[in-house]
């Protein structure tokens, strides 16, 4: 396992209530995602500034140093700090970040919400990145997350206004399933937790409720993860990022319905689970 850094247990309360009216002017409580920025200083220089849940903000700040490609190991990090009374995380580097000012110049605007925005060329590394050719995902699996997603208790639920991303075994087990306000936050936050963790992403299942984007294809490759699925759809730079990478995309993913749109042959199809669950 590699050396974990030592990280402060800031999470935030996800959820706030507030009073509304309704058309028949009766007044009500409802909850609604409890929104803060989160501002991150590497070695007390100034970084960026999210906006999150705040649930898991360790988890978050060191999934998007790595997303961002800022470290390239969990050993870089000597320490993140979240301070809430200051809407503040400090990260402390072993070493520095070498050349932090011209990598952090230069920014793509991408789709995304909530945080959508990348450090240096948005392409530069998909070219070094190769997906596992061995791994496969069954029809069953595929059901079986769906379902697993379905029934998850979740804020979204509860609040609405967020995005959900999970992480799966290969038989179809959840790992780790996080919300935040933009689903790019979400990601990162479980690019953290498998780093903590040592996790590799070649047997791995990624699962989101937004689309799928370039940016979102390139984290999820990042972080070794051959299969991503989400509940809506795709754009054409995902599936060109997607079909360069030999990644497996499958979008719509609700109930028995899905469209496998890269990646095709890693699918293990058992199309009569479609007509089983049609009848039930």
Same mark, same amino acid.
């Given at each position: 396992?590699?050396?974990?850094?030592?990280?402060?247990?800031?999470?935030?309360?996800?959820? &706030?209530? %507030?009073?509304?009216?309704?058309? #028949?002017? $009766?007044? +009500? @409580?409802?909850?609604?995602?409890?929104?803060?920025?989160? !501002?991150?200083?590497?070695?007390?220089?100034?970084?960026?500034?999210?906006?999150?849940?705040?649930?898991?903000?360790?988890?978050?700040?060191?999934?998007?140093?790595?997303?961002?490609?800022?470290?390239?190991?969990?050993?870089?990090?000597?320490?993140?700090?979240?301070?809430?009374?200051?809407?503040?995380?400090?990260?402390?580097?072993?070493?520095?970040?070498?050349?932090?000012?011209?990598?952090?110049?230069?920014?793509?605007?991408?789709?995304?919400?909530?945080?959508?925005?990348?450090?240096?060329?948005?392409?530069?590394?998909?070219? &070094?990145? %190769?997906?596992?050719?061995?791994? #496969?995902? $069954?029809? +069953? @699996?595929?059901?079986?997350?769906?379902?697993?997603?379905? !029934?998850?208790?979740?804020?979204?639920?509860?609040?609405?206004?967020?995005?959900?991303?999970?992480?799966?075994?290969?038989?179809?087990?959840?790992?780790?399933?996080?919300?935040?306000?933009?689903?790019?936050?979400?990601?990162?936050?479980?690019?953290?937790?498998?780093?903590?963790?040592?996790?590799?992403?070649?047997?791995?299942?990624?699962?989101?409720?937004?689309?799928?984007?370039?940016?979102?294809?390139?984290?999820?490759?990042?972080?070794?993860?051959?299969?991503?699925?989400?509940?809506?759809?795709?754009?054409?730079?995902?599936?060109?990022?997607?079909?360069?990478?030999?990644?497996?995309?499958?979008?719509?993913?609700?109930?028995?319905?899905?469209?496998?749109?890269?990646?095709?042959?890693?699918?293990?199809?058992?199309?009569?689970?479609?007509?089983?669950?049609?009848?039930?």
């Amino acid at each position: 396992m590699p050396s974990r850094p030592i990280l402060s247990n800031a999470a935030a309360p996800l959820t &706030q209530q %507030v009073e509304v009216m309704d058309e #028949r002017g $009766r007044l +009500s @409580t409802i909850s609604i995602p409890a929104e803060r920025p989160l !501002t991150v200083y590497v070695d007390k220089r100034e970084l960026v500034t999210l906006m999150t849940l705040g649930g898991a903000p360790e988890f978050l700040t060191l999934g998007y140093l790595r997303n961002q490609r800022l470290v390239k190991s969990i050993e870089e990090v000597a320490s993140i700090q979240v301070d809430w009374d200051v809407n503040a995380v400090a990260v402390k580097t072993v070493n520095g970040i070498r050349d932090i000012e011209e990598r952090t110049s230069k920014k793509v605007v991408t789709t995304g919400c909530g945080q959508g925005s990348v450090f240096g060329g948005l392409m530069d590394e998909v070219d &070094q990145i %190769v997906l596992p050719c061995e791994a #496969r995902l $069954r029809q +069953s @699996t595929l059901y079986k997350i769906v379902d697993t997603i379905r !029934t998850q208790q979740s804020i979204y639920k509860q609040a609405g206004s967020v995005h959900g991303c999970a992480l799966f075994s290969s038989e179809g087990e959840m790992l780790y399933f996080v919300e935040d306000v933009g689903r790019h936050n979400a990601v990162d936050s479980i690019a953290g937790r498998m780093w903590l963790d040592g996790l590799e992403g070649g047997d791995k299942i990624f699962y989101t409720t937004g689309r799928l984007t370039s940016e979102m294809v390139i984290k999820g490759a990042q972080m070794g993860i051959p299969f991503l699925l989400s509940r809506s759809g795709t754009t054409q730079m995902g599936h060109m990022v997607a079909e360069k990478l030999g990644m497996t995309l499958l979008a719509r993913c609700t109930g028995k319905h899905f469209l496998a749109l890269t990646g095709k042959e890693r699918l293990v199809m058992e199309p009569h689970l479609a007509d089983v669950l049609r009848v039930a």
